[in-house]
Each structure stands twice: as structure tokens, then as C-alpha cells.
């Protein structure tokens, strides 16, 4: 309600006591007169439009009013029924003005905690931005509370974000809530001609914060407790708000990661659908090429040099055929999480190199292999079969994934640390796209471009890395479009 509109209806008010006791007296100012009922709801109306300040002045301004016609009654004929009557009529108005006034004043005040309280939860509503949110709550409480200035304190991890108010100086109010001290209430900070009063207030019982109040005039204890229940609600809202934007980013990061691990099942299950497939045909090619020039030997008398040529063709294919079964085997331990078996040895990697460039030669003279490796080069502690099958495996897919022609390199050198050979397989090939790099060593996984030009089952590289690193060595891919990849592992060598 306006104040012009309190002011016209004080005037109302104050017209109708007068009319009411004009017409009292017109009637001979008898207490007991019909009367004298009208001055009760005028001082209800006036309680409850005006609250308690309202009722006691309305019953107030009835006293004196209805006291001169009631007294004068009792002190010329004593306690008669139409002067009971009236002292009646009296305490009826008092209490209903006290009683109407009191409870109008305690119904506002309770609308005004829960509107307080509403407007704090539209304020947080939304999950916005914590600075934004408490600007939003500032604005909302220096609205609905009848404070000079509202303060309003949050801890977000190791800082705090302030709205309103001074900030947490050293010694103040706020900072002393923060540090544990509960609610505070200084009855007079100073500073000005009345009375400042301040009134701090821990948001929730987790000390989210606090919240600061000041005020010029009176601050009852009714009224900070209502803060105080303010602040605890506010500090509730806050904690259920962190925790629901804690749930969402939860939701929407395991949404993500089930996403994710849903999309790498199916590229699994692809892959080994198409593992199957190629599988197969790899093992395929060197049993039909063991199985017919076994046949023929068999079923044909033929010249030495002849059988001497498909011997070594046999040799090759079974070679091969063994080579596919120990990878398949290898990748089944890893797929366990079971690392690969070694038996290890001290092994001359100068005379491993060239054993497995001489088989390549012979079997692949479409490719130029050149061999280079540093004097003096340690022997290295390693399983002889796997150090050579990870060497068939590099040597294989660079002589695969080039062009007829290109060049072949194998290099060993000492690590540059120490204590290890390096060992690098060079090809000028096509190269590895960048977004394929980082998977090249995942079982079953080929780079579609790769997946293209050449027959493979996507297990050789994954392998390669496991008996790497079950050496205790380490192993790296570098590959340029259109210029060639290098492919360079290490190997402990022998103390």
C-alpha cells in the first residue's frame, strides 16, 4: 500500500470514529447505546490495514473517545449495568485492536520471510554462473529486506565471491563468520546520528558463506532469527544447486564416456569381423602354397635345383605361417593383460638386422634394403625370436605400404641416454595420416587408407608394441604425408 493511500485511509478511518461518536452523543451519551458497537470493526479495519501501530491507535483514539461518556456514568451512579456495559465495550475494542494489530504485524512478516525466501530460490534457479547468481540474490534481498545495505559472502573452493556489502576485510563481521564464530549482532557500528546495526549471519550450517545485514533503527531478535533461518535456507539452496550442476556435469561426462566406450565396441566388433575375414585369407595364402608345391613334389619326379627352389618357397610360407600363429597367440595374452613370454639372451643386433634383410632380399627384390648401424654397438638383452619378429613385422609393413622402387632403411645406434639400442625401420611410402598415429598400435585397428592398398589383419603393430615394452623398451611413430614413416623402438642392451 502507498503512502497516499495509508494517509486517506487514516482519514477515513478517523471521520467514521467521529461520526460514530457523534451520533453517540446526539443519542445523550447513554455507555450502553447500540452505538457504541460500531467503534469494534473500525479498529479491526484499522489493525488490519495498519498492522499493530494501526489497532493500538485506533483502540487508543475509541479510550478517548468512549472514556468520557463510560466514566462520568460510574461517578454519578456507580456501577450500573449500562456503565458495565460500556467499560466492556472498552476492554472488547483494547484487546481486539492489540490482539488484530499483533497478528496482522506477525502474517506480514511471515509473507515477507517466505517472498524473501522465494525470490532467493528464483535468484539460484537456473544453475547460472556463481557471480551471477549471487548478483541476482543480492538484488533480490536488498528488494524484499528493509535493510541500508545487504552483504552477501560465498566460499566457490579457495576464493570467495562477494556481492553487495564491504567484503571480508581482516576483523570484520563477515570475516569472523567465516571463520566460525556463528552469527554476530553489533548493536551500533558507528558512523552515523542513529544507531547502525549490523547483523551477520553464516549461510548454512557448512558455513557456505554469510550473509550481512545493516540497518539504521531497530533490529529486534524476532528479526534476526528470521535471518538467521534466511541464511540457513540460503546456504541449503546453495549446497542442492552445487550438487545438482555436480550431478549434471556427472550425468553428462558419463553420458559422454558411455558414448564413447559404445562407439569403440562397435569399431571393436567391426574390426574383428574384418579381422576374421583377412585372418583368414592370411593364413589361407601360405597353407595353399605349402599344401600345392607339397603335392607336387610328391606327385612329380623333378631336377634338383627345382626342388631346391620350392624348398625354399615352403620354407618361406611356413615361416610366414608361423609368424601369423605367434601373433595370434600374442594377441590373445594381450588381450588377457597377460604380457608375452620371453626367454632372454644377450643378442648381436648387427647380425640380427642383417639376417632379417637378407630374408627380405631374397623373398622381395622389388625393394632396395639398405642396412646401417653404429661400430661398436652393445650386444642387447632380449628374446632372439622376438627381437626378429619384431624386425619381420616393421620390415614387412614398410616393404607393404611402399611403392615398388622405394627405399628400404634399418639403422641401430645407441640410445641417447644410454644403457639401450635404438633401432629404426624407414620407408618412403605414402605415410600415416596424423588423426590415424595415435591408434596404430590398438589391435585390429588399420588406417583406412592403408586398409586400401594392401591386405593386412591389423595385429602386427599392436604386437610389436607389446613385446617392445615387455622388453622394457619404448617405441615411437613419425610419418609425413607423401614422404615416408619411421618407426623407432628401443632395446635394453646388456649391462
Known amino acids: 500500500m502507498t503512502q497516499r493511500a495509508r494517509l486517506l485511509l487514516v482519514g477515513a478511518l478517523a471521520l467514521t470514529l467521529a461520526a460514530v461518536t457523534a451520533l453517540l452523543a446526539l443519542e445523550g451519551g ?4 447500540p452505538l457504541r458497537h460500531g467503534y469494534l470493526p473500525l479498529v479491526v479495519a484499522a489493525a488490519l490495514v495498519l498492522g499493530a501501530p494501526g489497532g493500538a491507535a485506533a483502540a487508543g483514539a475509541v479510550v478517548l473517545l468512549l472514556g468520557p461518556v463510560v466514566l462520568p456514568e460510574i461517578e454519578r451512579s456507580g456501577l450500573t449495568p449500562e456503565a458495565v456495559e460500556g467499560l466492556v465495550t472498552l476492554a472488547t475494542v483494547a484487546l481486539a485492536g492489540a490482539l488484530s494489530g499483533v497478528g496482522t504485524t506477525r502474517a506480514r512478516r511471515l509473507r515477507a520471510r517466505y517472498e524473501t525466501i522465494l525470490a532467493a530460490q528464483r535468484a539460484l534457479a537456473g544453475e547460472p554462473a556463481l557471480e551471477l547468481a549471487l548478483a541476482r540474490l543480492h538484488a533480490a534481498l536488498s528488494e524484499h529486506l528493509r535493510a ?3 552483504g552477501l559472502v ?10 553487495g556489502g564491504d567484503g571480508v576485510a581482516p576483523g570484520s563481521v563477515a570475516a569472523q563468520v567465516l571463520a566460525g564464530a556463528g552469527a554476530i549482532f553489533v548493536a551500533d557500528a558507528g558512523g552515523g546520528r542513529r544507531p547502525r546495526r549490523v547483523f551477520a549471519t553464516p549461510l548454512g550450517a557448512g558455513a557456505e558463506g554469510v550473509l550481512v545485514v545493516e540497518r539504521e533503527g531497530e533490529l529486534g531478535a524476532d528479526e534476526r532469527a528470521a535471518l538467521e533461518a534466511l541464511g540457513a535456507h540460503i546456504g541449503l539452496v546453495l549446497a542442492n544447486a552445487r550438487l545438482t550442476a555436480r550431478q549434471r556435469r556427472f550425468a553428462e561426462e558419463l553420458e559422454v564416456k558411455v558414448a564413447c566406450a559404445t562407439r569403440r565396441l562397435e569399431e571393436l566388433d567391426h574390426a574383428k569381423s574384418s579381422f576374421v575375414a583377412v585372418a583368414s585369407h592370411e593364413l589361407r595364402t601360405p597353407l595353399t602354397a605349402l599344401q600345392g608345391f607339397s603335392e607336387l613334389l610328391a606327385a612329380r619326379r623333378l631336377p634338383a635345383e627345382e626342388v631346391s627352389r620350392l624348398a625354399g618357397i615352403m620354407h618361406q610360407e611356413a615361416r610366414r605361417l608361423g609368424r601369423i600363429v605367434n601373433d595370434l597367440l600374442d594377441l590373445a595374452r ?5 604380457a608375452p613370454a620371453l626367454h632372454r639372451t644377450p643378442v648381436a643386433v648387427e647380425t640380427l638386422i642383417a639376417g632379417v634383410a637378407d630374408v627380405f632380399r631374397r623373398g622381395r627384390a622389388t625393394h632396395p634394403i639398405v ?3 653404429e661400430a661398436g654397438l652393445p650386444r642387447v638383452d632380449a628374446d632372439r625370436d622376438a627381437l626378429e619378429r619384431i624386425l619381420t613385422n616393421l620390415v614387412s609393413n614398410a616393404l607393404k605400404y611402399s611403392p615398388p622402387g622405394r627405399l628400404v632403411r634399418i639403422r641401430a645406434r645407441g640410445a641417447a641416454h644410454g644403457g639401450a639400442v635404438e633401432v629404426e625401420v624407414e620407408d618412403q611410402g605414402a605415410g600415416i595420416p596424423a588423426e590415424s598415429l595415435t591408434r596404430i598400435f590398438e589391435p585390429y585397428y588399420r588406417a583406412p587408407e592403408a586398409a586400401g592398398t594392401a591386405r593386412g589383419a591389423g595385429i602386427g603393430l599392436a604386437v610389436v608394441k607389446s613385446l617392445v615394452e615387455a622388453h622394457g623398451g619404448s617405441i615411437r611413430v613419425e610419418s609425413a604425408h607423401g614422404v615416408g614413416t619411421r618407426v623407432v623402438f628401443t632395446v635394453p642392451a646388456v649391462p
Request: a negative charge; proline letters at 8%.
Open 30 to 33: 447513554d455507555p450502553a447505546s
Open 148 to 150: 541500508d545495505d545487504v
Open 154 to 163: 560465498v566460499r566457490d573452493g579457495p576464493r570467495l565471491v562477494v556481492a
Open 334 to 338: 594381450i588381450e588377457r593383460g597377460l
Open 371 to 373: 642396412v646401417g648401424y
